[in-house]
């Protein structure tokens, strides 16, 4: 009787193993991430591929005003990308996201990878993740609009821009002096500015002048999954005209819609 016992608890543990198998699969729904290629968008691509997280890409075609869409509106009421479906979010039931900085300290939370658990920690990620919010992303993407884009130039605004992105890279560069990143520790500060730093020739920075971001930006680059992040979609962007009047309709001198 003892053996025969054995043999059923034998046969048992396959089902068993199969059994975990399953809740193993069902673990593994990817995320859903609307997204273009910019700095704003490869934050969360660069945090996905970093935490190994799957997911599926959903390209939103600024150019073409994909991001008023009224379903991607549901997702994102800001009109903006990146966001993010989570089927598997808090409790176990979906939820969505906008606003890279807030995906990037959700997807923190949620893995534990790249975002600290002690307060401390967390503040010192956090000020910098804010500091590239406020700072660095919007004064960065204001000069590359009146650089660039701008029907007109305005040499005003143009070095006002100028001159705050270098104060700005001065900042990086001094905080950086004595540690290898933002926070101390690679977190997901550090992938919210690459993106910007990243274009330095096309804000006309020297980024000689700055070797501590020098350094940094190139220890960052040099990870397998930034550059996965910063190449995704790349290939999408190809043949679009941003000074066609039609684009810059789409992307500049946007008001109020009625709902």
């Not at 009421?77 to 906008?98: E, H, K, L, T």
């Not at 040499?155 to 540690?179: C, F, H, Q, S, T």
Request: glycine share 8%.
């Amino acid at each position: 009787m003892v053996r025969k016992k054995a043999k059923r608890a034998a046969k048992a543990k396959p089902a068993k193993a199969k059994s975990k198998a399953k809740k193993t699969t069902a673990k593994a729904r990817p995320i859903d991430l609307y997204y273009w290629a910019t700095p704003n968008g490869f934050k969360i691509s660069i945090m996905l591929e970093e935490c190994g997280l799957p997911y599926v890409m959903k390209p939103v075609n600024i150019s073409k005003g994909e991001q008023f869409n009224p379903d991607f509106l549901k997702i994102a009421p800001n009109n903006r990308m990146p966001a993010i479906v989570d089927p598997q979010g808090p409790g176990g039931r979906s939820i969505s996201i906008f606003e890279s900085g807030a995906i990037l300290q959700y997807l923190g939370r949620k893995t534990g990878k790249f975002y600290p658990a002690d307060e401390r920690g967390r503040v010192e990620v956090d000020q910098w993740l804010f500091w590239q919010m406020g700072g660095i992303g919007p004064m960065a993407g204001q000069l590359n609009h009146f650089k660039h884009y701008a029907r007109e130039t305005l040499p005003y605004a143009i070095k006002r821009y100028e001159d705050e992105v270098n104060r700005l890279y001065g900042v990086m560069n001094a905080r950086l002096a004595d540690r290898p990143f933002l926070a101390g520790k690679y977190s997901i500060a550090d992938m919210a500015c690459v993106g910007w730093v990243n274009l330095w020739k096309r804000q006309d920075q020297n980024i000689d002048d700055f070797p501590h971001l020098k350094r940094w930006l190139e220890t960052v680059k040099a990870r397998p999954a930034v550059q996965r992040g910063m190449a995704l979609g790349m290939e999408l962007r190809q043949g679009i005209d941003m000074k066609d009047p039609k684009v810059q309709g789409v992307l500049f001198g946007q008001r109020a819609r009625a709902s």
